[in-house]
């Protein structure tokens, strides 16, 4: 069975900083995309940015960016300048491309920004 | 945003009662999915649909039934709730399959007494 595993279950950074939320992933399947999803206090379920795992290159969404080494199963995500409205729980998510998309998560990194 | 719904936002039951949770699209999309949300584990994944009156268990299935006799609706059902389903649940909808981006509604917070 496939495993996502966040290690970091809390970070904490001052605001218009960077900072890197750790995600690794278990599978021996070759096909198939990556997530990073946040989850403000209102609950809703955003999706931030997505990568490939057939792209060589890493996903870029703005202030948002990852770094996916796909040999070593590793999948980070990096929030430049950060901002208070990045405070949330995050999530990463695996996802076969084939069938149904069964998103598996990690149990989450609660971010928070200090002013 | 996405056009989806979830009813009830939030209820609070008894241990054995029936309980039924609605999702609601208005985007047409062909796949629908209910996740239970609980700590430490993320989300996780119930039942899912892949067209009208065809659905499959995810990792977590035991407890619930799904039913989708209509393309907009999908229906979880705890036939009777236990104190282990208090958690908050997502359905989420995706239009094809690993190529779109899945979207998920608002969630209904369960607490079973």
């Known amino acids: 069975a496939q495993t996502v595993t966040q290690s970091q279950p809390e970070m904490s950074v001052q605001e218009a900083e960077t900072v890197t939320l750790s995600c690794t992933y278990d599978t021996s399947e070759s096909d198939y995309y990556l997530f990073w999803y946040k989850q403000p206090p209102s609950r809703q379920m955003i999706l931030v940015i997505r990568q490939e795992a057939y792209k060589q290159q890493n996903a870029t969404e703005n202030r948002f960016s990852v770094n996916f080494q796909k040999a070593a199963k590793s999948f980070s995500l990096k929030i430049s300048d950060s901002q208070l409205g990045d405070a949330a729980m995050y999530f990463c998510?695996?996802?076969?491309?084939?069938?149904?998309?069964?998103?598996?998560f990690g149990q989450g990194t609660r971010l928070t920004i200090n002013p | 945003d996405a056009g989806i719904t979830q009813s009830p936002r939030h209820k609070v039951t008894e241990t054995g009662t029936p309980v039924t949770l609605r999702c609601h699209q208005t985007e047409n999309h062909r796949y629908m999915y209910w996740y239970r949300q609980d700590p430490g584990h993320g989300l996780r994944l119930i039942h899912y649909?892949?067209?009208?009156?065809?659905?499959d268990k995810g990792e977590v299935s035991d407890g619930y039934s799904v039913s989708r006799s209509k393309t907009e609706d999908f229906l979880l059902t705890l036939e009777s709730a236990t104190s282990s389903q208090t958690s908050v649940y997502f359905c989420?909808?995706?239009?094809?399959?690993?190529?779109?981006?899945?979207?998920f509604g608002p969630g209904t917070r369960l607490t079973v007494l």
């Open positions: 989420a909808i995706s239009a094809q399959t690993s190529t779109d981006t899945q979207y």
């Open positions: 998510a695996w996802v076969l491309i084939q069938g149904a998309q069964k998103l598996v």
């Open positions: 649909s892949y067209g009208v009156k065809d659905t």
